[in-house]
T-cell receptor, first 113, second 112 residues
Framework: GENVEQHPSTLSVQEGDSAVIKCTYS??????FPWYKQELGKRPQLIID?????GEKKDQRIAVTLNKTAKHFSLHITETQPEDSAVYFC????????????FGAGTRLFVKA | KAGVTQTPRYLIKTRGQQVTLSCSPI?????VSWYQQTPGQGLQFLFE???????NKGNFPGRFSGRQFSNSRSEMNVSTLELGDSALYLC???????????FGPGTRLTVL
């Protein structure tokens, strides 16, 4: 079945450094790729998304890149701050057999002050 | 606009019982998806509804079912509860099928 692999599962960086989270998807029909941030005890919230007709998108300190050929997409956070500490989920959405969104297993990011 | 709401927020049930969870999407949103979140498994897709039709179902047993009403509110039902069903159940709504999903606060189900 469809699958999204996410790496690493845990990432620890020093404040001010960059953080990169990588995801690979299996369903070639996927065409929408959102990233969610979930803080402890809270609901997931969208931080950035990218559609399959775009290779890169940036929003202030956050950027996402997509390589459709390799079925690979990545989240880049620059100048990390302690408040960036959370669990980040990538996801891939397709209409294969009906619409669904498959999530990666999550990356727990720690930003040390 | 009010956000996605879910009721109840917490539930404690015993094995063998059944449970119904409710999700009210953001006004105007027609798509509702359900996910099961557990510490080890992340967010697992349960179902997606659009305009009262189930568009897809995840790899869960038939004990898990759902429906969507004409006002876009959705319910999911789990029958014959098992210990492994203990999880946070999240619903998310979106305006249409390829728009941003907004999550509700979740219903935490504990099965004893």
């Amino acid at each position: 079945g469809e699958n999204v692999e996410q790496h690493p599962s845990t990432l620890s960086v020093q404040e001010g450094d960059s953080a990169v989270i990588k995801c690979t998807y299996s369903d070639s029909a996927s065409n929408y790729f959102p990233w969610y941030k979930q803080e402890l005890g809270k609901r997931p919230q969208l931080i950035i998304d990218i559609r399959s007709n775009v290779g890169e998108k940036k929003d202030q300190r956050i950027a996402v890149t997509l390589n459709k050929t390799a079925k690979h997409f990545s989240l880049h956070i620059t100048e990390t701050q302690p408040e960036d500490s959370a669990v980040y989920f990538c996801a891939a959405r397709s209409d294969t057999g009906g619409f669904k969104t498959i999530f990666g297993a999550g990356t727990r990011l720690f930003v040390k002050a | 606009k009010a956000g996605v709401t879910q009721t109840p927020r917490y539930l404690i049930k015993t094995r063998g019982q059944q449970v119904t969870l409710s999700c009210s999407p953001i006004s105007g949103h027609r798509s509702v998806s359900w996910y099961q979140q557990t510490p080890g498994q992340g967010l697992q897709f349960l179902f997606e509804y659009f305009s009262e039709t189930q568009r897809n179902k995840g790899n869960f047993p038939g004990r898990f079912s759902g429906r969507q009403f004409s006002n876009s509110r959705s319910e999911m039902n789990v029958s014959t509860l098992e210990l492994g069903d203990s999880a946070l159940y999240l619903c998310a709504s979106s305006l249409a099928l390829y728009n941003e999903q907004f999550f509700g606060p979740g219903t935490r189900l504990t099965v004893l």
